[in-house]
């Protein structure tokens, strides 16, 4: 008989112990533990200007270590825009894949049928390959990558981890791993760490593939298909499970540093529901929000929370100086004053938009000389001041669902199921 079997009879015979109704008395005085708050859906000083005078250096969406993109140095009127189309990528929305954005100036991306493709950031292709069998062709694998050099190192969900050469695509090696990956990959030293679908972390080396350590947290009966987040500082890296749990390791041994659990474990069975932002560092500070109505600062060097707040929200934030921004599902942009805690002003970026029944979602933002770009699940694009939160722009980028932008060598890159869209 399956676990899941089991589980399944459990859960029926728990929830129908006793045929007749039961009136339960109500203790006046008791306290209600872990209630679920409401998402925020009205702005709080909406007039109040706030002032951001620094520009983020460099190209932020390269080799990444922080995932937090900062002010970036990048404007557009929207007036030029082209395509590299590809097959399409399934469960598109539930997978979140990246672009990487490599240190020779191009693009390396995948189709839906497991390709690799290396193109300049004007989509000349350089070179496309395919290392899938037939048979993994048809599981339509979902690849994360990361640069080491010369080379790529790819870890894919259904459970292979390989190195090509970023000149030409050739293979160098490749090994299994035990289970599927589900999380972005980072370089730490002379490793690649990924997240896999049991909630355990691994380090592979990237010169033959070996594993060379791996972190075991605490895993749900039900896997969550939400693509998982990791970030690296110095040589701790730090990374965020299905079940909400934030962990700090070595990264020379795997060795713990400290754990936060952020969600109770009563709901542990519930655990499949929750939607976790990706998480960023900044100001010795790890922040995240999620599906619950949750925002959280952690203590980057001890794993203490500094603070929470209110902000349903699976959108990766973004931290300049002591300002945090982020924008809720409901269409709200939050900025918080990272010194208190506090909220500083709420904007309804929605306000000039007919939504009916809800159905119009942001699907990510960033920072750009003082405006936000907003991408949204209709193919459109919000420009706004993030000194006022006023609407300056509204933007046709596709007919579909449309990933956070991305902005590197002077152009935003934006990606669909089906095509990557460069505006200048």
Request: aromatic fraction near 12%; glycine fraction near 4%.
């Amino acid at each position: 008989m399956s676990k899941f079997f089991l589980f399944l009879v459990l859960i029926l015979f728990l929830s129908n112990c006793g045929f007749k109704d039961k009136k339960v008395e109500q203790n006046p005085n008791a306290i209600t533990l872990f209630e679920k708050s409401k998402p925020i859906e009205q702005e709080l000083n909406p007039t109040l200007n706030i002032k951001i005078s620094t520009i983020t250096k460099g190209e932020p969406f390269l080799s990444s270590n922080s995932n937090n993109s900062g002010n970036l140095d990048f404007n557009s009127n929207f007036e030029n825009a082209f395509s590299y189309k590809f097959s399409t990528i399934d469960q598109f929305k539930f997978n979140q894949p990246e672009i990487l954005f490599t240190e020779d100036n191009s693009l390396v991306f995948f189709t839906g049928k497991g390709e690799i493709f290396k193109t300049s950031t004007d989509f000349e292709e350089y070179w496309k390959v395919n290392h899938y069998t037939k048979k993994e062709k048809k599981l339509k694998p979902i690849l994360y990558f990361a640069q080491s050099g010369t080379d790529i190192l790819v870890l894919d969900n259904l459970s292979k981890v390989y190195s090509i050469k970023l000149e030409t695509g050739e293979l160098n090696w490749t090994i299994e791993s035990k289970v599927g990956f589900n999380s972005n990959a980072k370089i730490i030293k002379n490793s690649v760490v990924a997240v896999d679908f049991d909630n355990v972390i691994r380090a592979f080396s990237v010169k033959d593939g070996k594993e060379l350590w791996n972190f075991d947290t605490d895993n749900p009966f039900i896997k969550s298909q939400k693509k998982l987040s990791l970030v690296t500082k110095g040589e701790v890296v730090f990374f965020i499970n299905s079940i909400g749990d934030v962990t700090a390791l070595n990264a020379n041994d795997g060795s713990l540093v400290w754990q936060t659990p952020t969600q109770s474990t009563l709901i542990f069975q519930d655990a499949f529901t929750l939607e976790n932002s990706d998480i960023i560092f900044a100001n010795d500070t790890i922040y995240f929000s999620n599906n619950r109505n949750e925002f959280f600062a952690i203590d980057a060097r001890s794993g203490v929370l500094k603070y929470k707040q209110t902000i349903n929200s699976r959108l990766r934030p973004t931290v300049i100086e002591d300002y945090v921004f982020s924008i809720s599902k409901e269409g709200f942009l939050f900025v918080i004053d990272d010194k208190t805690g506090n909220v500083l002003r709420i904007t309804n970026i929605f306000k000039n938009i007919e939504n009916k029944k809800n159905q119009i979602e942001p699907t990510g933002f960033i920072l750009a000389q003082n405006k936000i770009y907003v991408s949204l699940n209709n193919g459109k694009l919000i420009k706004l001041n993030a000194v006022s939160g006023n609407e300056e722009g509204f933007y046709k980028i596709g007919k579909s669902r449309i990933n956070r932008p991305n902005v590197f060598d002077d152009g935003m890159f934006i990606l669909k199921s089906n095509a990557i869209i460069k505006v200048e």
